[in-house]
């Protein structure tokens, strides 16, 4: 299912998708999300999951790609947190990708597959180290909220109403 195919500059699109989580991209992108936190949050230890939890699985869940040129070049999750919130986790774009407006396409897509899930509200968190991943949160529209979660590598906690 396509959510969002956009040309944010030049030549460059994103077509946004509702995935498997159990397809051989979603968990390669899983895999190189946890590999870079890793080593962005050292000497922390992040634990590191292979596949995709079972809340992005069910019916309220979703986990999402971005795909060009026939290549899975980001991902996301969404899991649901009750009153018609989900969680945004696992953000990420593969480095080759950054600085292109890219990320704020696939932020837009995973938005438009919470809408579609009957989402009004999408909450967050992220750690000091992730400063690119903040500022897109923040003018998307995201704004700090109260913490939420025990996350112990997490500094902020965002939050936006969907529209």
């Known amino acids: 299912m396509v959510v969002q195919s956009v040309v944010p500059t030049g030549n460059q699109s994103l077509e946004v998708t509702r995935a498997n989580p159990d397809s051989p991209e979603a ?8 590999r870079e936190l890793q080593e962005r949050l050292a000497p922390a230890v992040v634990e590191c999951s292979s596949r995709w939890a079972e809340d992005f699985r069910g019916p309220d869940g979703a986990v999402v790609l971005g795909w060009q040129g026939g290549q899975a070049v980001g991902c996301a ?60 949160y923040v003018s998307a529209g995201y704004a700090p909220i109260p913490r939420y979660n025990d996350n112990p590598h997490c500094s902020a906690w965002f939050g936006r109403d969907l529209d």
């Open 27 to 34: 968990s390669a992108l899983l895999e190189s999300y946890f």
């Open 77 to 136: 999750g969404l899991r649901p947190m009750g009153e018609g919130t989900l969680e945004l986790k696992h953000f990420f774009l593969a480095p080759a990708f950054r600085g292109r407006g890219l990320g704020r396409v696939l932020l837009g897509g995973v938005q438009a597959v919470a809408r579609g899930l009957g989402a009004r509200r999408i909450v967050l968190d992220t750690a000091t180290p992730l400063t690119e991943a903040t500022r897109l």
